[in-house]
């Protein structure tokens, strides 16, 4: 199966991926994935949702708002991030802006006066740090191959030792699910009033369902107006589920309630 995640080889996206298929592609940026899988150009991408340290990845929330996709998988992977480089001394450290973020104490203790700069994936800061010695790079310990002239200067220099990140396998529409112990909405009501998002989250409660994450994203209409994604323990297949988002549905009325679909978790550690 034809997998597209985010490159080049070595990010985390890549160790998840490979839970998915063999045969892997790899792309800049989570938005082309996502298109690429929402016109049928590839089976499957594989994108990060949210991580335990710095929260949800905004791209990712954003184009599974603005394009039509099914998740049928959630992936969760440990982080273990090393800082790796030519040598002991460097001026820039260089990696994906979640890796900074999620190792910045580490940093500012040691490291204090590197610059920092992201760029596109952590695989992409490992490959400049191989190829220019002024520039160190986070990311898995692995990436420093035997024979490679980068050298793991320290490991597990993550901020929080539960460090761990979120990953949909997402799919074309004609794959959703209704089956598996979770689900995910996007839920655009086109309105704004006192008491909105409890009259959104109520006919949960009702039903007796666990929301296990309830974020919101500016729609890009009008300031104030907001796109709400919702994760819940309970499948699509389930009356309870469905009677909560028909009443979710009436609420929104002026807007919309996209099902992603329903799906099992699985844990990969590499």
Known sequence: MAVITLGPEGTYSHR???????EIEFSQSVTSIVDA????EHDRGVIAIENSIEG??????????????????????PVRHALLAQGPTFETVASHSQALAQCRTYLEREYPDAALEAVASTAQGVDFART????????????????????????????????????????????RSTGGGKTSLVVYPNANYPGLLLELLEPFADQ???LTRVESRPSGRRLGDYVFHVDFEAGLYESRTNEAIEELEELAENGWVRRLGSYDTEHVVD
């Open 132 to 175: 220019d010695a002024s520039v160190a790079g986070i990311g898995h310990p692995a990436n420093a191959d035997d024979g490679d002239e980068l050298e793991v200067l320290a490991e597990d220099i993550q901020d929080q030792d539960s460090n761990s990140t979120r990953f949909f396998a997402i799919a074309p529409t004609e794959d």
């Open 37 to 40: 899988v929402a016109t049928g």
């Open 208 to 210: 007796d369902i666990n």
């Open 56 to 77: 949800s990845v905004t791209e990712s929330l954003d184009a599974l708002a603005e394009y039509d996709v099914a998740v049928v998988r959630e992936i969760v992977t």
């Open 16 to 22: 998840a991926a490979r839970a998915i298929g063999d």
